[in-house]
Structures are given as C-alpha cells and as structure tokens.
C-alpha cells in the first residue's frame, strides 16, 4: 500500500479530520495546499494514486443510494473527481430553475464538488461542466449526507478520483 492510501486509510479508521496527523504516523509528505487550485484552505492534503472509495450505510441514506444508483444507470460516471473550484456556482446554476418544495432538498448527482472536467466525467447527457442529475430526497437525509461527504473529502487535494460505496 502507498503511503498516501495508507494515511488516507489510517485518517477514516481514526475519524482523522486533519491529514497532517495520519501523514506524520506513516511518514507521508504532504503537499502544500497551495500547490493546487482551492484546497479549500488546507494547510496540507493528500494525493492518493487510486480512487477513494467513500463507503456510506444504505440504510440511513437509501434516497441518496436510490438516487445515485439511477444517475449511474442514465450514464453519469460512478468515479468522480474532487473540483472544489465553482463548486456553489455550478450548483446555484443547476438549480435555477428547479422549484424547492418543503421538507425536501434537491439532491444532485455527481455532486457539485465532485463535478467538471475530468477522467470519468465525459457520459451521460450532457454530463460536463455544472450539469448532474437532480432528485427531491428528504432535507435531513440530504443534509447528513453532504456533511459526511464533505467530512470525507476534506483531507484531499483537487484532483483526488472518488466513488460512493453504499453498505
């Protein structure tokens, strides 16, 4: 296992919201943030050389996994790629015209932090740039999901490929 994986590994097991930590228990150089465009601030991120897998329970967000499950039988790409960078302006631009209705988010997939151009983001109708798929799922499913997402994302530089896994 590269050192990369092996903190990234080490980060998720010791629920690990800083890099730094687990890079310093395998001896991982970290790449300065700065090194990037928009790693959202970090001090330090991690490369891993293979895709992430993003493990969630289907059975606390089966909405999510319903909806993720038939974006991908549509043709969006299962591997995604972390695009911090326009992240709010490609979400508000998907969602201009798509009405809110109460207690309900409107869930979109790929995500908009896992959208833009990149290996894997070229099917689907239309699928580059700011366009994904957009479900009503449960405001408060929705809103645990993103927050885990972003909590799993967070030790990553731009550039890191990711999928969803659903347990």
Known sequence: MEPAEAAAKLCRRMMLTKP???????????????TTDADAGAAACL??????????????????????????WRGWPRRLVLNRRGTD????????????REGFDRDEYPPAVGRGRGPGLERGHNPRGWKADVRYVRSSENRSHGASLGNRLEPFCNGTRFRYVFR
């Open 20 to 34: 730094i930590v687990a890079a310093a228990l395998v001896g991982l150089v970290l790449v300065p943030a700065g």
């Open 47 to 72: 490369r891993p050389s293979s895709v992430e897998r993003l493990v969630f329970s289907a059975t606390k967000y089966p909405d999510i996994r319903r909806h993720f499950r038939a974006a991908v």
């Open 89 to 100: 302006e490609r979400r508000d631009r998907l969602l201009r015209g798509i009405p809110t």
